[in-house]
């Protein structure tokens, strides 16, 4: 309780004429630096966990900034630390980590870098195809702005630049790797993503959950092999498998109430080798989402249920039943704590102006891996979004034009300077709000 009041009492603590002040600084600092900071970026994507450019980059950037910086951090993360004197100690996170597509935006700072892929082991194309060079960028540009304002705030500024976000394997590493312990853990835990699907430079911020939770599962159908001309001699997994895929579709439809958002998608279904051989083996990959932990649960229970019955149902033994196998790269959802969005809203509001921050519900179902820091123990946190896509381009998709590409596309693309300037803008505002000297 004594938290939030003092949070209440320092509500607004930027003032429209340092916001405007802010304002230009960050505009001069993007034409001087930034820029061509970004572009950099752009041009040399890395692929999850051999980030090790970017990262010595990054650690070079935040060192001249004057942080602490530490490298290495559950692989290739960054930690820089900026001590101002007694106050909270607060904690902004960036990812950094590309993806392996060929990019074909047009641009002309287009990347065409290629890396060995550690998963495939194939040599590929590389991109920041999802905005991780705006995060990165605007990480660089908070880490200057905050430096050259300590007489404006108070406390500790603790700068996470996380690897491995796309593959969600980052933050649980850096966790691993003891970073509360080894540099303090937070009162408050920030991060913000880019969005093609937002109007450049504004801010999105929800209460609720702007990120779902996300279980990767694997179904192991066995059954009993046998020539497609005599079926009754075996155990089909194609029709069974068919059987628990339909079933599935229930759980949403049937088992959560209809405010309650959940999916559960079969991506892939693989069995058999010949037009007349019944298979002994099928195997199902889902993807399932979720934004609470009642709804993981009751999805995940469901999987197990219907696999597992749906077996005993073609009359399989215990010892021949389906497997449910939960990968443990799964992820809970991103759940943003109420009272801090909306002191953090109020300022950006002061700061910015009424139109620039808004709040429009996420329409899809994507993860992030985020919640690993904010979660056991529980952090008050805030996860926003920022327009990367000017209006010119949603009139020309709107008037049956040019579609804006989405994210993880190889055409994606967003306006760098509005991106990269509101991003530094937004969290140097929440920074001084929660900082306040």
């Known amino acids: 309780m004594i938290k939030r009041v003092i949070g209440l009492l320092a509500v607004f603590c930027v003032s429209p004429v340092m916001a405007n002040e802010l304002a230009d600084a960050i505009d001069k600092d993007y034409d001087d630096h930034l820029g061509a900071l970004f572009e950099h970026f752009h041009r040399n ?25 530490t490298e290495g951090v559950g692989g290739t993360g960054v930690v820089a630390m900026l001590e101002n004197g007694d106050g909270p100690l607060v904690m902004m996170r960036a ?3 590309g993806l392996p597509l060929e990019e074909k935006s047009g641009l002309d700072y287009a990347s065409r870098a290629q890396q060995v892929d550690p998963v495939t082991g194939n040599t590929v194309y590389t991109m920041h195809a999802c905005g991780h060079d705006v995060h990165i960028t605007s990480l660089v540009g908070t880490a200057r702005q905050m430096a050259a304002r300590r007489d404006e705030w108070a406390g500790t500024l603790m700068l996470l630049v996380q690897p491995a976000e796309e593959r969600v394997l980052g933050a649980r590493a850096m966790r691993d790797d003891g970073i509360w312990e080894r540099f303090g853990q937070p009162d408050y835990a920030l991060a913000f993503h880019v969005s093609s699907g937002g109007l450049a430079g504004q801010i999105n911020v929800q209460e609720g959950s702007p990120y779902a939770g996300a279980d990767t599962v694997d179904i192991i159908i066995h059954g009993v092999g046998a020539h497609g001309a005599s079926p009754h001699r075996g155990k089909d997994p194609i029709v069974l498998g068919s059987q628990i895929v339909l079933a599935l579709q229930t759980l949403v439809a049937r088992e959560l109430s209809p405010r309650d958002p959940g999916v559960v ?16 083996r099928a195997h199902l990959q889902l993807t399932v989402r979720n934004t609470s932990e009642n709804t993981r649960q009751v999805l995940l229970d469901g999987i197990k249920r219907i696999a597992e019955n749906m077996g005993r149902v073609a009359g399989l033994p215990d010892d021949k039943l389906p497997e449910v196998i939960i990968s443990n790269e799964s992820v809970p959802p991103t759940v943003n704590d109420a009272f801090l969005v909306s002191r953090l809203r109020g300022a950006w509001r002061q700061a910015m102006g009424e139109e620039a ?81």
């Open 357 to 437: 921050v808004v709040d429009i519900p996420t329409k899809g179902m994507g993860a992030e891996d985020f919640p690993f820091f904010t979660q056991d123990p529980d952090i008050s946190s805030v996860y926003w979004a920022v327009g990367g896509t000017p209006q010119e381009d949603f009139d020309r998709e709107e008037a049956g034009g040019e579609p804006v590409p989405s994210h993880h596309s190889p055409l994606f693309k967003i306006e760098p300077q509005p991106s990269v300037t509101r991003g530094v803008e937004s969290t140097v505002v929440a920074l001084l709000e929660l900082m306040p000297n």
């Open 265 to 280: 998608t079969v991506g892939s279904f693989h069995s058999g080798t010949k037009h007349n051989i019944i298979s002994d």
């Open 45 to 69: 994507p890395e692929l999850s966990t051999i980030e090790h450019e970017t990262a010595r980059r990054m650690a070079l950037e935040l060192n001249l900034a004057g942080f602490v910086v």
């Open 95 to 97: 990812d950094m980590d």
